[in-house]
């Protein structure tokens, strides 16, 4: 379930990426044309590709003596930097969501709005409640 919604989560940036771009493109000045490919297509393809990797991964293998199996690691704190804001938060949701980990994700303050529209996204994408968590506010305070 977890990678179709990864996967569910890409076809929406492909097919919608244009408001998440502008919403981008407001808060933090990024060129609609650069928000675009960078902020909405580029984690597309980030996404894709961790779902592609975690069916692939031996989360179970069979070894000498022994079976070892790989469980999520648990909850991740993923905090992002504001100068390219959708693509990173992309970058640590997709590897830790790919092995099964909840998130809680301190994005920027400068620029917020973008990963609240990205949770959106992820909500209707049909990732359950509790997984992805949102919080704000600024580093010195929320981050710590």
Known sequence: MRLAVLERAADALDRDGAALAATVTREMGMPAALATATQAHLPAQVLRAAARTAREFPWRQAVPGARLLRRPAGVAAAITRWNMPVYQIILKLSAALAAGCTVVLKASEMTPFDAMHLVGIFESAGCPV????????????TGR
């Open 130 to 141: 509790g997984v992805l968590n949102l919080v704000t506010g600024t580093g010195p305070v």
